[in-house]
């Protein structure tokens, strides 16, 4: 299927992709100790391909996140930081400030190289969310750094007949245009709130990576129940034009994330993401150096 055909009513799928993996994720803690789930690991990066990694956070008690993420850096790929519920400070060494809050989404182009810091502006209550890793392809990975920040308000959002309220955070579904495009890899990111016992069917093109992650409730994909803080990858089928996904006897909520494989070759070490080893150690050269993105002023 082309992405031209994706372009159609999304609810026409004649036939569900159906759940090839489901995975549960690992317990581990980034930053300066914050805990979390890294959902999308590394050695899932090549079945995932654009996509790098899933980290879930969420946690009512401060000593769990109140340290944040200080300073940083970043080169060769893209972060998608989708806020639940908190509060955090976004700055960076390219001059890029934002609070990322209740509902919003942070999405920054690392490119050549960001030092960063994500820093909870909280001290009690819950903060959870989602951190998606997405791949640049080769040509783009020393680009210019890029940020946005995205207030719950300003997320194209809509509701199907059945009830479900989507909001599209990238990508395009039901017609609705997300809040980002990128013609590379083409992200599809939806979260989908589905009542009990509806439906939500959206098309997807048969050479796009898939899946989902479910954060409240549990969900039935193709005859395969799918349960709260699991993730499915969803099957290359090339007889099926896209998923179906449906709840159960309680309401759901469900990350439905889909993209174009770059088919590279993908080097990484820790905050670097390249297509070679010898462009990783360029980049530990250009950090220690620093050769990142200067401070203005």
Known sequence: MS???????SADVTRSRGVERLVAGQATSDGAGVKLTRVLTQP????????????????????????GFPDHPHRGFET?????????????????????????????????GVIHSELPEQEEGVMEGFQLWLN??????????????????????????????????????????????RDATAPLYLDIHLPAGARFAQSLPAEHNAFIYVYRGAVTVAG???????????????????????AGERAARVLLIAGRPLGEPIAQYGPFVMNTQAEIHQALADYREGRFAPIPG
């Open 3 to 9: 992405d031209t055909q994706q372009q159609r009513s």
């Open 44 to 67: 899932l990066q090549r079945r995932l391909d654009p996509f790098l990694m899933l980290d879930a956070f969420g946690s009512n008690d401060p000593g769990d996140y109140i340290a």
């Open 80 to 112: 998608v930081t989708y806020m639940i519920a908190g509060r955090m400070r976004h700055r960076d060494n390219a001059g890029h400030e934002g609070l990322l809050e209740n509902g919003g989404v942070q999405w920054m182009t690392a490119g050549s």
């Open 136 to 181: 640049l392809p080769g040509h783009d990975k020393m680009c210019a750094p890029w940020y946005r920040d995205f207030a719950a308000g300003e997320l194209p959002s809509f509701t199907t007949a059945a009830g479900a309220a989507v909001t599209v955070i990238a990508g395009e579904s039901h017609g609705v245009t997300g809040a980002v495009t």
């Open 224 to 246: 395969t129940q799918v349960a709260v803080q699991r993730m499915a990858i969803l099957a290359n089928d090339a007889a099926a034009d896209g998923v179906v996904i449906e």
